[in-house]
Each structure stands twice: as structure tokens, then as C-alpha cells.
């Protein structure tokens, strides 16, 4: 026997299950009281710098159906490309700008959506910039563990033609999955962003 | 610099696959192809902190925050730990989100159908950060077990839901927590899709008696383990590490 690393395992993940707003959102199921409003909801403010655009779409499984039960998470920099975190050391980012954000799928339609501002560009670890980019995290009942993907704007084509991370994608399709897609809803750039979690255009997933 | 390091990779073997036949819903909602290996660049190295601000008084107490006539039915528990990270270290501020049913295994949201009655008095919902040391605790009742619609006779065991935040998103991690000597355990579908024995068994909470509260609650330890990162000098921090 050698010595011991002394290293614990990662506690393993469960699926967030039906009822998961229960515990993340309980405001939209109807249990008020317990506190004022749900984490996560409003990414921007008065005093926000950057771009205001609404990013959107539906979560959709093997059989094409979107799902009406998951959960969205949201992280991303600010409009200069800092992230408002104490791991961020290259900057202070706009303190009026929190950078995650959370919503249900929509009970009815599936949709999720989000107002918040188009994020700078962060460098990759060797300094290289990546395109800019929101990194996106879905639970639900039947997903054992979280899945990661990033949401690119398609209509940043040379600064997703730059990207370390896009570029490793060989398979143009593949990588398209990745892009949102622009429209305009209320005067507001609204990029479409669709999630397929299986079968034919499959979004790419991360092992981060 | 200890603080700097890239996250050591996630153990995928440890963790459930995503497609677990036995677990129905999972059959339509699994990727089918290999995830693409990023690593951790600043997207993932970073995340949001939740400060202690947003959390109220009743925030960690179950028995009291939904409360509208008395308290709820059920055996009184107090739930508590520590959030460590894979190098065994504590992990403070990070946002522990918990539900869970009541003590008739009834959820108290729309689309749940389960015959057993909706209790009152309890809302099923709860939230904690936890202090210097890792540490977080909750006051609640034991959720009761329930069926579901998976096979014509599946039981999830008693279990309360965790969501963790830690320092970065990279440790984003949802789970469930189960009741030591609970024999359902062993007959779920959802927690076999886990693997590993060994690794099921972390997720089982232990009775704590020195925790208990005499005439009061018994209590229960629940340890939950983060992602950890590395703390060399030397890390290699080129494009394909």
C-alpha cells in the first residue's frame, strides 16, 4: 500500500426531479411567504452597462418535445468581459451587474427567457480571446447530472471564428449548435437559442 | 495562488451516466454524444456569491417558515454538515437550496397526484450559506417516502433535495440526501443510476445522537464534497490543459 492522497471524491449528483423549483424557485409554485422573490430573476438594472438583449428558446428532448419542467441557470461576464466573482483577478467588473441568472421553462410552452446585456470578450487560458459567450446549465427530472453548454451569437462571426473553444469543434454542425440566432422583440435584440438534448442536432455539451 | 487552480476533473465514472434505462425519463433526455472536454477556462473558474444578506431568519428552518396554523406533522429533524471541497477543505459561503416533501411524502406543487394529504403548515422549501468552516444547518421533518410513476410499483426512499453553489460554477451540483439504515435506498431507480456503492453511500446521511436535541429532534449529518482545485505552482496553463 502507498500513503494516502487524502483527497475526498465529488459528492455525486442526483437528478433535480419534478418539483426542483420547490427549492429554486418556490414564488412561481405558489409557496409565498417563505421569501420575497425568487433568486435569480432580474439580471439587469437602471444602472447596467452594456448592450440590453434577450436571449430565449426551449429545452427539447429525444422525441422533439420541449420540456416544460426544467431549469435554467445562466452565468456570463459583463459588457467589458469581466466576471463579477472573486476569482476574477484582472479587473473589477460593473457592480451593477451580477452575471447569473435563473428561470423555470415555461409551465405551457417550454420557453425560458432572460433580459440581460451582451457579455465582453474573456480570454482563454493562454490569453487568446474567446468569442463572447453565456455559459448555460440545465436540470430537470430525467437529467442525472447538470449539463453545460455556452450560448455563442451567431452574428459575431469573426470573433467566433477566433474562438479556442469553437475551434475545436470540427464538425460545422456540430458547432452551430452552439450559435443563437437574432431577431428583435420589443426594440431588443432577442437571440433564440435552442437546447437538444438528443437525436438529430444535438447540442454540444462540455466536461468542464 | 492556492486559489487559482483548475478544478481537477470531474470523476464521470462516480457520477451517473446520463442514459439509466431504468430510470424512464432519462431514456429521452440523455445526450447521445461524448461530452466535448473543455477544462476550466475563467467561465468556469468563476460564479456568483450569494451574501448572507439575502438569506432571512427563517430561511434554514422548515418547521417555522411556511407555518400558518401550528407546526407540521412529522418527526423533527435538524439537518447539518459540512461543505468541503475535494482536498478536504471547507468550503464558506456557499448557497445550500433544499426541498423535499412532507412527512406523508406529499409535495406541495401543482402537478404533484400523490393521495397523501397536503400539510398545512409546511411549504418544503429551505435555504442556508454555510459559515468560515463549511459549516450549514437546517431545522425540518423527515420527508416521508412516496410512489411514482416509473414502474407500475417504484418508491423513492425518504430523501431531501440539495442544490450547493461554491466558488465557481465549475462546482454547480445538484443532489439528494438519504436516511441511514433506510432498506429503499437499495430499490430505487434513481439511485442506482449512481454506479458505485461507495459513492451512493455519501449521499446517506447519518443519525447523529450527540447532534439530537433531547426532547426535541433527532439530527442527522450530511457532509457534502465540491469539486477541489489544484494549488500548484507549476500548472501548465497552455491551450489543451
Not at chain 1, 429525444?62 to 476569482?87: C, H, K, M, T
Not at chain 2, 456569491?49 to 438569506?55: C, I, N, R, T, Y
Not at chain 2, 417558515?65 to 401550528?70: D, F, I, L, S
Not at chain 2, 416533501?101 to 398545512?120: F, L, Q, S, V
Amino acid at each position: 500500500m502507498a500513503q494516502s492522497l487524502d483527497q475526498l471524491k465529488e459528492s455525486p449528483s442526483q437528478t433535480a426531479g419534478p418539483y426542483v423549483h420547490i427549492g429554486t424557485n418556490p414564488n412561481w409554485v405558489e409557496i409565498t411567504g417563505v421569501w420575497e422573490a425568487d433568486l435569480g430573476l432580474v439580471l439587469v438594472g437602471p444602472e447596467t452597462r452594456g448592450e440590453r438583449i434577450i436571449i430565449k428558446g426551449r429545452v427539447i428532448d429525444g422525441a422533439g418535445a420541449p420540456l416544460r419542467d426544467a431549469l435554467v441557470e445562466i452565468w456570463q461576464a459583463d459588457a467589458a468581459g469581466f466576471y463579477n466573482s472573486p476569482q476574477e483577478r484582472r479587473g473589477k467588473a460593473d457592480p451593477h451587474f451580477v452575471g447569473w441568472g435563473r428561470q423555470p421553462t415555461d409551465g405551457t410552452t417550454g420557453e425560458y427567457r432572460f433580459e440581460t446585456i451582451k457579455p465582453g470578450r474573456v480570454p482563454f487560458t493562454d490569453g487568446r480571446p474567446m468569442a463572447p459567450h453565456i455559459t448555460i446549465w440545465i436540470v430537470a427530472r430525467g437529467i442525472n447530472i447538470g449539463l453545460h453548454t455556452r450560448l455563442y451569437f451567431a452574428d459575431e462571426e469573426v470573433a467566433n471564428a477566433e474562438c479556442p473553444v469553437l475551434g475545436r469543434i470540427d464538425n460545422n454542425a456540430r458547432r452551430n449548435t452552439l450559435l443563437a440566432s437574432r431577431g428583435e422583440e420589443n426594440g431588443l435584440p432577442a437571440y433564440t437559442f435552442d437546447i437538444r438534448l438528443q437525436g438529430e442536432g444535438e447540442t454540444v455539451f462540455f466536461d468542464i | 495562488m492556492s486559489d487559482q487552480g483548475s478544478f481537477y476533473q470531474r470523476d464521470r465514472g462516480w457520477h451517473p451516466p446520463a442514459y439509466t434505462p431504468q430510470y424512464k425519463t432519462s431514456v429521452l433526455r440523455s445526450p447521445q454524444h461524448a461530452l466535448l472536454s473543455l477544462g476550466n477556462t475563467l467561465s468556469e473558474m468563476t460564479g456568483p456569491v450569494f451574501g448572507h444578506d439575502k438569506l432571512g431568519p427563517l430561511d434554514n428552518d422548515l418547521i417555522r417558515n411556511y407555518a400558518r396554523t401550528g407546526d407540521p406533522i412529522g418527526q423533527r429533524i435538524i439537518v447539518h454538515g459540512r461543505v468541503l471541497d475535494e482536498n478536504a477543505r471547507p468550503v464558506p459561503g456557499a448557497l445550500l437550496e433544499f426541498w423535499q416533501a412532507n412527512a406523508g411524502g406529499r409535495y406541495r406543487h401543482r402537478r404533484e397526484g400523490y393521495i397523501a394529504a397536503i400539510d398545512p403548515n409546511f411549504g418544503g422549501c429551505g435555504r442556508a450559506i454555510t459559515d468560515h468552516e463549511g459549516r450549514y444547518e437546517f431545522r425540518t421533518i423527515k420527508p416521508g417516502a412516496y410512489p411514482w410513476p416509473n414502474g407500475v410499483n417504484d418508491w423513492r426512499p425518504a430523501h431531501i433535495h440539495f442544490s450547493v453553489f461554491g466558488q465557481a460554477f465549475a462546482q454547480r451540483l445538484i443532489t439528494q440526501m438519504y436516511f441511514e439504515g433506510d432498506p429503499m435506498i437499495w430499490q430505487c431507480p434513481i439511485v442506482s443510476t449512481i454506479p458505485d456503492r461507495a459513492a451512493i453511500e455519501q449521499l446517506i446521511a447519518a443519525l447523529d445522537r450527540s447532534g439530537t436535541l433531547p426532547m426535541d429532534a433527532l439530527a442527522y449529518k450530511f457532509d457534502i464534497v465540491l469539486r477541489g482545485r489544484r494549488s500548484t505552482l507549476f500548472e501548465n496553463r497552455m491551450e489543451g490543459n
